[in-house]
């Protein structure tokens, strides 16, 4: 939410009410503005006035940062019709200006970063930033050192004109890697194994830039985020 905004606006999003209700509740005198009874719609509102609907106070949180461990068959979008999203995981007022900060697909777990400050999402998932995501990887087929070293250099996507940006790519056992990159293309993990002959079976996210998932979260759980992690 930007400031200064209308006063319809502001009750319509913290008290999570429809602004045609907002306006009628503004009309009977159920809002106030610093002990001022206020019947205009379009009265401004500033991040620090304090703001009365119906008798309760109405509290703008400012940005917020959170952190996710995504589980199996959930959506990192705001509503969907055929599945749960992240945003039913969590328990917190006031989400309707959130998103994700890098999505995952449905069968991937781990790592979701969820936001309501534009700016410094972008800086986290914009290419041009160089911000790496890092991946564990189960594949269906053995790794190969020839294979791995394709992904170092860059691989050629389907229906791509530049290769890939070079990887950060480190065996763990015959069928297990660790994947680090800094694009963010459509299934682009998923199509670089492809691209070296290969599939991935399971795929989960353990960091964001600097922000590696909290191995104390259990799948489904979330919390905020730490001043450092915030820090870029």
């Given at each position: 939410m930007k400031f200064p905004c209308r006063l319809d606006k502001f009750i319509s999003h913290l008290a999570e009410t429809p602004r045609t209700k907002a306006r009628a509740g503004i009309k009977r005198k159920d809002a106030s503005v610093n002990g001022e009874v206020i019947s205009a719609y379009d009265h401004p509102i500033t991040a620090t006035d304090d703001v009365l609907w119906q008798g309760k106070p109405l509290v703008f949180l400012g940005k917020r940062y959170y952190m996710l461990n995504k589980p199996v068959g959930y959506v990192c979008a705001n509503s969907d019709e055929l599945h749960p999203t992240v945003f039913d995981l969590l328990d917190e007022p006031n989400m309707s200006d959130f998103h994700v900060a890098g999505r995952l697909d449905l069968d991937t777990t781990?790592?979701?970063?969820?936001?309501?400050?534009?700016?410094?999402?972008?800086?986290?998932?914009?290419?041009?930033?160089?911000?790496?995501?890092?991946?564990?990887?189960?594949?269906?087929?053995?790794?190969?050192d020839d294979a791995l070293e394709k992904l170092r250099q860059g691989v050629q996507l389907h229906n791509e004109k530049e290769l890939t940006r070079p990887a950060i790519a480190e065996q763990l056992a015959t069928y297990r890697m660790r994947l680090s990159i800094c694009e963010g293309k459509y299934h682009q993990v998923k199509r670089m194994l492809a691209a070296v002959g290969n599939k991935v079976v399971e795929l989960h996210r353990e960091k964001v830039a600097n922000i590696e998932l909290d191995e104390t979260l259990a799948s489904g759980e979330y919390r905020l985020l730490s001043a450092a992690e915030i820090s870029l």
């Open positions: 781990g790592l979701v970063i969820i936001t309501n400050d534009g700016d410094w999402s972008h800086k986290i998932t914009s290419p041009k930033h160089n911000k790496f995501k890092t991946y564990l990887i189960e594949t269906q087929e053995p790794l190969t």
